[in-house]
Structure formats: structure tokens, C-alpha cells
């Protein structure tokens, strides 16, 4: 079961956010029918998505990462909630790319480099609140640590993976983010340095299903207690009610259109797709 866990250094300078996805991103797999490389970068996108979700304490608040870095890929979206609940979509799927040399899915060449890291923080009531960065290499986790650097005035290290198993499906999926609290010492910056180069790959501690463990790792020295460990999941929360609103927006005559020619509307929801139908007559109780 996916699991996010939230946790804090013993002197409170250093928070961390760590997430395990694999149920997650392999359910975004199966809806979008992404390749292995659109995989990694969704997964990776949704992982990102979820850790800032859930560090927003706001009920019905919602975080959307949004990547375009004008490589094949184009645009990837992923949206969570207030627990870190879920979902993604990607405008090319579909999209291959030769390994890199050091065998890897070449998440950088996909994503590609010329582009943004968008963040729209939206608390569920006033106007949403966005930042942008421009894209560092495309591989999302150190465009993710440029965006809360810069945007946010948070230095943090950020990983961020996705494992894949030779049927193309999901084998771990997640990652971490630990941020420095501001007049963290010099110390605290060294050890936390020094803890995740120790912890390396992220995908390691995931396939072995040791988050815990990775919370002692990256926050080895520090005294670590676990703020919150709480369940996530694949979460899309469109409704017939939500659809009917967007369609609102819509010209009236362009509806009339085309319910006099196909006698229905179909609207698929981008993010799980669930087909919603609509006829003349949901128009009329207007
Ligand atoms: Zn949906």
C-alpha cells in the first residue's frame, strides 16, 4: 500500500516528507498507457505533487505540479490533495527514448530542458498562488529542489524514482523531500549532505519497502520523530457535477451543435478517465 510519512529533526530544522507510490503510479500507467520513460517522468512528477499536497494543512486544499520542458513529452500534470492523495496526466504517453548510457530511462531527453517547473498552491478558497521555475536538466527532482529554493526561499535535496520491472509495470515508485528550517547551522546543512549521499539511490530503499528506514537514513544523527504516517492513493475527484460546471463555460450554441448532431455530449476526464454522457435534457433543467 502506498504510504507517506512525515518527519522532523530532534532541534527542528530539518523537516522531511517521504512518499512510496508504486500502487499509484502504476494505476497512472494503466489509464494513461504510458511507455517506460513517460512512466518515470509522470511517477516521478506524481511523487513530487504528493509530498507538497500533503504538506498544505488546509481541508480541500490542492497542489498541481505542472512540468513542460518542450521535449516529446509535453506537458505533465500531476494534482494532490491536502494528504497527498494523487493523480497525473501527460499529454504524449506514448513516447520512447533510447536508455542512457549508464542504462537508465532517460527522463531528462523526454521531459526535455526548455521549459518550466510550475507550482499552483490552491488553499480552496481565494485565488490559487503559483511560482515558476525554469527546468535545470528535465529529471525533475533538482528542478523540484531549484523551485523550492527559488520560489520558496526553502534549500532542500530532493529525490525522486521510479522502478520499473521487465512487463513495463510499476516495482517501486517515491521518493523524499528535506528541507532546511531557516538558522539551521552549518552542521545540520554537512550532515544532511553527507546523510543523503550515504542514502544514494532512492529506488533502493523503495523496492525493499523500508521507508522507515529511509527516514533514518536521511535524517541519520538528527533524532528523527515521525510527525504523520498516513496512507495514500490514486485519487481523481471529478464528478458528473463538476463536468456539468466546466461544460457551463462553454458557448451555449456550440453545445446546441453538437447535441443536435450526436444527440450527446461525451466528456472523458483527463486525469482517470471516466467517461461522463450528457443529453439534451440535462440542459434543459437549467
Ligand atoms: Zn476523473
Known amino acids: ?12 530544522f530539518v523537516k522531511l516528507a517521504v512518499v512510496s507510490l508504486r500502487d499509484a503510479v502504476e494505476q497512472a500507467r494503466q489509464i494513461h498507457m504510458t511507455l517506460p520513460v513517460v512512466t518515470a517522468a509522470i511517477g516521478r512528477t506524481m511523487a513530487a505533487a504528493s509530498m507538497l499536497g500533503s504538506g498544505t494543512k488546509e481541508d480541500g486544499g490542492s497542489i498541481t505540479v505542472r512540468i ?21 496526466y501527460v499529454q504524449n504517453p506514448a513516447v520512447d527514448m533510447p536508455l542512457r548510457q549508464d542504462g537508465k530511462l532517460d527522463v531528462g531527453a523526454a521531459v526535455g530542458t526548455d521549459g518550466t517547473l510550475t507550482v499552483i498552491r490552491d488553499l480552496g478558497f481565494g485565488e ?16 523540484l529542489a531549484q523551485y523550492l529554493a527559488e520560489s520558496e526561499q526553502v534549500p532542500s535535496a530532493c529525490a525522486l524514482g521510479v522502478l ?13 523531500i528535506a528541507q532546511l528550517m531557516p538558522g539551521a547551522p552549518e552542521s545540520t546543512i554537512g550532515q544532511l549532505e553527507e ?26 544523527g538528527f533524532n528523527p520523530k515521525i510527525l504523520e504516517s498516513d496512507p495514500v492513493a490514486y485519487k481523481c475527484d471529478c464528478s458528473r457535477e463538476r463536468v456539468m460546471g466546466a461544460l457551463a463555460g462553454i458557448d451555449r450554441n456550440e453545445i446546441q451543435k453538437i447535441l443536435e448532431q450526436d444527440k450527446k455530449i461525451e466528456v472523458k476526464c483527463r486525469f482517470c478517465g471516466k467517461i461522463y454522457n450528457f443529453t439534451s435534457e440535462d440542459f434543459i433543467k437549467e
Open 195 to 220: 546523510n543523503v549521499r550515504k542514502a544514494g539511490a532512492v529506488t533502493s530503499w523503495l523496492r525493499d519497502g523500508s521507508v522507515s528506514d529511509l527516514v533514518e537514513q536521511v535524517l541519520d
Open 1 to 12: 500500500m502506498d504510504q507517506l510519512l512525515r518527519a522532523i529533526s530532534e532541534d527542528g
Open 128 to 143: 490559487p498562488v503559483s511560482g515558476s521555475v525554469e527546468l535545470v536538466n528535465g529529471e525533475i527532482a533538482q528542478d
Open 68 to 88: 513542460n520542458g518542450g521535449g516529446q513529452i509535453g506537458n505533465i500534470i500531476a494534482v494532490a490533495d491536502n494528504m497527498g492523495n494523487v493523480r497525473g
Open 164 to 176: 520499473l520491472d521487465r512487463d513495463q509495470s510499476v516495482l517501486c515508485a517515491g521518493g523524499y
